[in-house]
């Protein structure tokens, strides 16, 4: 049960595109395609931005994508706004019931 | 709206207990199953607890495995983790969680309850 990992920092300027890896196991990221991405303002609750990968629930921008190669999934952020700035964590399902969260990355939008 | 209020974070003793709530609200909670996941300081999300629609099924991260109990009372619209032998390294805040359909879509968050651990 090993945490994800996310590298802890990424920016970019109001406009541009940044990509967040999540990198797990054959176990975890790599067995299922059941990774999800959170958004996370410090003193708020959490909120859904992808799961299953690359699904947007209602109500989240299209500038936020998703998506999975072997052991590492991928958020990317397009047309990046200042209300981006967050921190950022992947989560994904680990087998028998169990879920593993990434590390987080903070997101800053310069 | 779903609507999801944690209470019950306290400072307490290490060795101690404490017991966290869940009102539950907005949504037919007996459909869904819940979770529990946490935040220490400084520190990222860990996933703590899961359990079924009907309680009968719990699962949890290696670290609290017998010292936690996730449970729910489903008439209550309410959800609760009984920790004993609790740990400095317990202390974070606490999140309750909703599960959409899928594994790992938590869908809807809790504000969070904080514990603290500590002499």
């Known amino acids: 049960q090993s945490a994800l990992t996310q590298p802890p920092s990424a920016s970019g300027s109001p406009g541009q595109s940044v990509a967040i890896s999540c990198t797990g196991t054959?176990?975890?990221?790599?067995?299922?395609?059941?990774v999800s991405w959170y958004q996370h303002h410090p003193g708020k609750a959490p909120k859904l931005m992808i799961y299953?990968?690359?699904k947007r629930p209602s109500g989240v921008p299209d500038r936020f994508s998703g998506s999975k190669s072997g052991n590492t999934a991928s958020l990317t952020v397009s047309g990046l706004q200042t209300e981006d700035e967050a921190d950022y964590y992947c989560?994904?399902?680990?087998?028998?019931?169990?879920?593993?969260f990434g590390g987080g990355t903070k997101l800053t939008v310069l | 709206e779903v609507q999801l209020v944690e209470s019950g974070g306290d400072l307490v003793q290490p060795g101690g207990s404490l017991r966290l709530s869940c009102a539950a609200s907005?949504?037919?909670?007996?459909?869904?199953?819940m979770s529990w996941a946490r935040q220490a300081p400084g520190k990222g999300l860990q996933w703590v607890a899961n359990?079924?629609?009907?309680?009968?099924?719990?699962y949890y991260v290696d670290s609290v495995e017998g010292r936690f109990t996730i449970s729910r009372d489903n008439a209550k619209n309410s959800l609760y983790l009984q920790m004993n032998s609790l740990r400095a390294e317990d202390t974070a805040v606490y999140y309750c969680?909703?599960?959409?359909?899928?594994?790992?879509?938590?869908?809807?968050w809790g504000q969070g309850t904080v514990v603290i651990v500590s002499s």
């Open positions: 299953e990968v690359n």
């Open positions: 359990i079924n629609k009907d309680g009968s099924e719990e």
């Open positions: 989560s994904s399902y680990a087998g028998n019931k169990r879920e593993v």
């Open positions: 907005g949504f037919t909670y007996k459909e869904y199953w």
């Open positions: 969680v909703k599960y959409g359909s899928k594994w790992s879509q938590f869908d809807s």
């Open positions: 054959s176990s975890d990221v790599g067995g299922y395609d059941f």
